[in-house]
C-alpha cells in the first residue's frame, strides 16, 4: 500500500484541524487546568467528537460503528497533539474498543462497542503496577471463588481511571510475573464495591489513577476473553495504543517545530532575526529532518494495523520508540530556540513538553521499545 | 490481460530467457559491478552478454526515448520490469554516471545533435562518463571554481584542475564546468562542457585515499580543446544544469542510507559474534547501539519509500533530496561505525583473509566521505534551512 493518505483520510485530517483549533485550542486546556477540573476534559467536547462520529471510527460497522480504520483515526489524534486537547478518545474509543473488539464475545461487543460509539459509556485500560511499563510483569491475582472471581492488588498511571464508567483489568489467574500465559482481563464497574480510586493529576493537567482493588467479587461473564489467554489481546491492544500515541506525539513534533520556526521569523537579537543564525539554522534543520522520518514510520504502523500485517509489534515498537526519541528533541528544542520566553507558564510553547512526557511514558518508553523491538528481531 | 500484465508476462520471459545464471545474484560492495566503456575487461563472458543483451533493447536506461536507443517504458511499466528483475534478483547490467546523471541532464538541456552524439553510446555502456566540478579551491563553494575556457572563435581551451573525479582515470568522456566569463558574477558565468579523455592535454592522476583506494583523481586540463559544439545548454548557463546534477547526485547518495535487501541485519551479525542469552545480546551497551541503528534506519527506509509514494501521487513538499542525503549519510556513517564495534580487532586487520581485506575497516573509511561528497552534511542543512524552512 502506497504511503500516503486517501482521499477521505485528507478530508478527515482537515475537518479534525478546523474542529479543534476552533473549539480545543491550547488555550482550552489552560483554562481545564486553571479551573482546577477534576475531570481533566471537558463533557461537552466529548459529545460534540461523538456527534462527529469519532468514537465510532474503530467500532466495526456490524456493532453500529463507522469501521474507518486506525489510519483516519489517527488522523484526529495526531492534530489532538497540536491542539494538546484532552478527551477519551484515546482510553475508551482506541484502547476500549481494541480490546473488547479483539476479546469480547459476541454479547460483550454488542452491548459495549454500541454504547461506546453512541457516547453512553467511557473505559480505562488498567495495566501497570510497577512505575516502569511491562505488561507481562502482570501479578495482581484474579483467583476463582464460586461462579466467579476475587480480584486483589494495585494498578498505576490508569488514564481517565478516576472518571471512566468501566475499568479494563489486566490480571494473573495463572503462572507467574513474566509468563505471557496466566494473563486474564475483566471488566470492572468502576463503582464496584472494593474499588478504590486516588485520582492523580499529572504534568500535563489531565488526570490519571492509582486503583486499589480490595476483594473486588466480579462475575465469570465479566471476563474478556478467555481464561489465561488474555495477554494475545492485550499485547495488541497496546501496540494500536502505542501507535495511536506516536500519533499523537507527532503532533505535537510538529506543532512545536512549526511554533518555534515562526518565532525565529520573528525575534531578533543582535539586530538581525535569529532565523538568520547558521548555527540555529542547522539545529532547526536538523530537527526537520527527524519530524520527516516520524512522519513515516506512524503511516507505517498505522497502516499495518490496518492490514493485520504480522510485523505489526515490531512496526509499534519502532514508531513508539522514534516518536519517543524526537519528541523529547522537539519539546527540548522548542524551549531552547524560544529561550527565557519558552519558560514562563503565560507562554503556550511549555504546554507541550509536559504533554509530551507523558504521552512518550504511557505504555513504554524509549528504552521499553527499543528492547522490545530488539527482543522481536532475535537479540 | 490488461496491457501491463501483457508487459510484465513478457517481461518475465525476455528476462528469463536472456538473463545469464551468473548475473541472477546481487553485487556485493562492488563486487562483480559492470561500468562499461572503452577501457572495460569484463569479468567474465556472461557480463558482457548480458551488458549487450540489455543496452540493445534499451533496458539499461529503460525510461528513455526509444529514439536514442532506450528502452521508452512508461514509470507503470518501469516499475514493473524493476519488480521483474529483482524476482529472479537480476543484477545490474550496468552502473553508469552516463545513465545516472549526463544523461537525464542532456534530455533536459541538451540539443538534440548532443542527444543523438552521446545517448546511444550511453545506454550500450560503450562509453563510460566522469564528472568534472570541484576543484582544490571550489568544494563545499562550488560556483567558485576557477578552471577556465577562453573563446577562440570555433572552439575553446581549457586550462585549470579538477578535483575528486570519480573514477577519472577509468573514464572516456567528461562532463565538466568551466568558467566561461570571467566578469561575470559567480554563478552567472559558467558552462557545462563536455570533452573526449584522450583530448591532448586531460591527465588524471588517482589520489589514495585513507581507505587505501582510488576510486576519485585529480585531472590536471593544459590547453585542452574543446569543440563548441559540446556545450550542453547555452554558454554562461551551466550552473543551472549544474544544480539540477547536484540534486540527482544527492538522491543517489541518500540512497546509501538503505541497506540492501538481502544482506544481513545488524542484530543478527551481533548476535552471531557475540551471542545471546535469553535471547538478548550479550553486550548490552552493543544491544543498545544496534537497536537505536536500526530503528533510525527503518525510519529512514520507510521514509525513502512515502517521499516516493508522494511524489507519485503529486503530494508532498519535493525538494527532499537534500533531507534524504544528509540523513542517508549520517546513517551510513553510524552503520559501519557499529559494525566495526561487533568485528572486534579482527576487523583491525587491514589486509589478509581473516579480515577479508579489511572489508568493514576500510568501508567505514570511505563512509567518513559519504557526508562531504555530493554536498556535505552542513551544506545540506543549509539547503534545508533556505530552501524547505524559509530561514534566510
Known amino acids: 500500500m502506497a504511503l500516503v493518505l486517501n482521499e477521505e483520510q485528507q478530508m478527515l485530517k482537515e475537518s479534525a484541524q478546523g474542529f479543534l483549533s476552533e473549539h480545543a485550542p491550547v488555550s482550552e486546556l489552560r483554562a481545564q487546568r486553571d479551573a482546577g477540573s477534576d475531570r481533566g476534559y471537558s463533557s461537552t467536547l466529548w459529545s460534540q467528537m461523538v456527534n462527529m462520529g469519532w468514537a465510532a471510527i474503530l467500532v466495526p460497522e456490524e456493532y453500529g460503528g463507522l469501521a474507518f480504520g486506525h489510519v483516519g483515526m489517527a488522523q484526529i489524534v495526531e492534530q489532538s497533539g497540536r491542539t494538546l486537547t484532552a478527551s477519551p478518545l484515546l482510553s475508551t474509543a482506541i484502547l476500549g474498543v481494541t480490546a473488547i473488539n479483539l476479546a469480547g464475545s459476541e454479547d460483550q461487543k454488542t452491548e459495549l462497542l454500541g454504547a461506546i460509539a453512541g457516547g453512553e459509556l467511557t473505559i480505562a485500560l488498567a495495566v501497570d503496577e510497577k512505575i516502569h511499563h511491562d505488561p507481562m510483569q502482570t501479578a495482581m491475582p484474579a483467583v476463582a471463588k464460586g461462579d466467579g472471581y476475587v480480584l486483589n492488588g494495585e494498578k498505576r498511571f490508569v488514564v481517565d481511571g478516576s472518571t471512566a464508567d468501566k475499568l479494563i483489568v489486566a490480571t494473573r489467574t495463572a503462572g507467574s510475573p513474566g509468563d505471557m500465559k496466566g494473563i486474564s482481563l475483566f471488566l470492572v464497574d468502576r463503582t464496584a464495591s472494593g474499588v478504590s480510586v486516588q485520582r492523580t493529576e499529572m504534568l500535563d493537567g489531565r488526570n490519571a489513577a492509582i486503583i486499589t482493588f480490595t476483594d473486588v467479587e466480579v462475575t465469570a461473564d465479566a471476563m474478556l476473553g478467555e481464561q489465561d489467554r488474555g495477554f494475545r489481546a492485550l499485547s495488541a491492544t497496546l501496540d494500536a495504543g502505542n501507535a495511536h500515541l506516536s500519533a499523537e506525539l507527532l503532533g505535537i513534533a510538529q506543532e512545536s517545530f512549526d511554533r518555534t520556526l515562526q518565532y525565529m521569523k520573528e525575534r531578533k537579537q543582535f539586530g538581525a532575526l535569529i532565523g538568520s543564525f547558521q548555527a540555529l539554522q542547522h539545529r532547526t534543520a536538523h530537527w526537520w529532518s527527524e519530524i520527516e522520518m516520524c512522519k513515516s514510520v506512524v503511516l507505517k504502523v498505522l497502516q499495518s494495523l490496518d492490514e493485520g500485517d504480522v510485523r505489526g509489534s515490531a512496526l509499534a515498537s519502532i514508531a513508539k520508540a522514534k516518536l519517543c526519541e524526537v519528541a523529547e528533541l522537539s519539546t527540548n528544542e522548542a524551549i531552547q530556540l524560544h529561550g527565557g520566553i519558552g519558560m514562563t507558564d503565560e507562554y503556550e510553547i511549555g504546554f507541550f513538553i509536559k504533554r509530551a512526557r507523558p504521552a512518550q511514558m504511557l505504555f513504554g518508553d524509549y528504552n521499553y521499545h527499543a528492547n522490545r523491538f530488539a527482543l522481536i528481531s532475535g537479540y | ?392
Open chain 2, 1 to 392: 490481460m490488461s496491457d501491463l500484465q501483457v508487459f510484465r508476462q513478457e517481461s518475465r520471459d525476455w528476462l528469463e530467457e536472456n538473463c545469464p545464471q551468473s548475473m541472477r545474484s546481487p553485487v556485493i560492495a562492488g563486487e562483480g559491478a559492470c561500468w562499461g566503456g572503452r577501457n572495460w575487461t569484463f569479468t567474465s563472458e556472461d557480463q558482457k552478454l548480458w551488458l549487450e543483451r540489455m543496452g540493445a533493447k534499451g533496458w539499461t536506461a529503460p525510461d528513455w526515448p526509444t529514439e536514442y536507443g532506450g528502452g521508452g517504458l512508461d514509470k507503470a511499466e518501469h516499475k514493473i520490469l524493476k519488480e521483474e528483475m529483482a524476482r529472479i534478483r537480476a543484477r545490474s547490467p550496468l552502473d553508469s554516471f552516463g545513465v545516472w546523471m549526463i544523461g537525464p541532464a542532456l534530455l533536459k538541456f541538451g540539443s538534440e545533435a548532443l542527444k543523438q552524439q552521446h545517448l546511444p553510446a550511453i545506454i550500450r555502456g560503450e562509453i563510460r562518463w566522469c564528472q568534472g566540478y570541484s576543484e582544490p579551491n571550489a568544494g563545499s563553494d562550488l560556483a567558485g571554481l576557477q578552471s577556465k575556457a577562453v573563446d577562440m572563435g570555433d572552439h575553446f581551451i581549457a586550462n585549470g584542475q579538477k578535483v575528486w573525479t570519480s573514477y577519472g582515470d577509468k573514464a572516456d568522456w567528461m562532463f565538466c564546468l568551466l568558467r566561461t566569463d570571467p566578469d561575470a558574477k559567480k554563478q552567472m558565468g559558467i558552462s557545462l562542457v563536455l570533452f573526449d579523455m584522450e583530448t591532448p592535454g586531460v591527465t588524471p592522476k588517482p589520489i589514495k585515499l585513507i581507505s587505501g583506494s582510488s576510486p576519485f583523481c585529480e585531472t590536471f586540463l593544459d590547453d585542452v580543446r574543446v569543440e563548441k559544439d559540446q556545450v550542453v545548454g547555452e554558454v554562461n548557463q551551466g550552473w543551472t544544469i549544474a544544480k539540477y546534477l547536484l540534486t540527482h547526485e544527492r538522491e543517489m547518495i541518500g540512497g546509501m542510507g538503505l541497506t540492501d535487501a538481502g544482506s544481513k541485519t545488524l542484530g543478527a551479525i551481533a548476535a552471531k559474534t557475540v551471542g545471546t542469552t535469553d535471547g538478548r545480546l550479550n553486550d548490552l551497551f552493543m544491544r543498545t547501539d544496534v537497536a537505536r541503528w536500526e530503528i533510525d534506519a527503518a525510519a529512514f527506509a520507510f521514509t525513502a519509500e512515502r517521499v516516493t509514494d508522494e511524489a507519485k501521487a503529486g503530494q508532498g513538499i519535493g525538494a527532499t533530496s537534500a533531507m534524504l542525503k544528509y540523513y542517508g549519510t549520517e546513517l551510513n556513517k553510524r552503520r559501519f561505525e557499529t559494525m566495526l564495534k561487533i568485528g572486534g580487532s579482527d576487523d583491525l586487520i587491514w589486509e589478509g583473509d581473516i579480515s577479508n581485506n579489511g572489508w568493514t575497516a576500510r568501508t567505514l573509511l570511505r563512509t567518513k566521505g559519504n557526508s562531504i561528497e555530493g554536498g556535505t552534511s552542513e551544506v545540506q542543512l543549509n539547503i534545508i534551512a533556505k530552501n524547505i524552512l524559509g530561514l534566510g
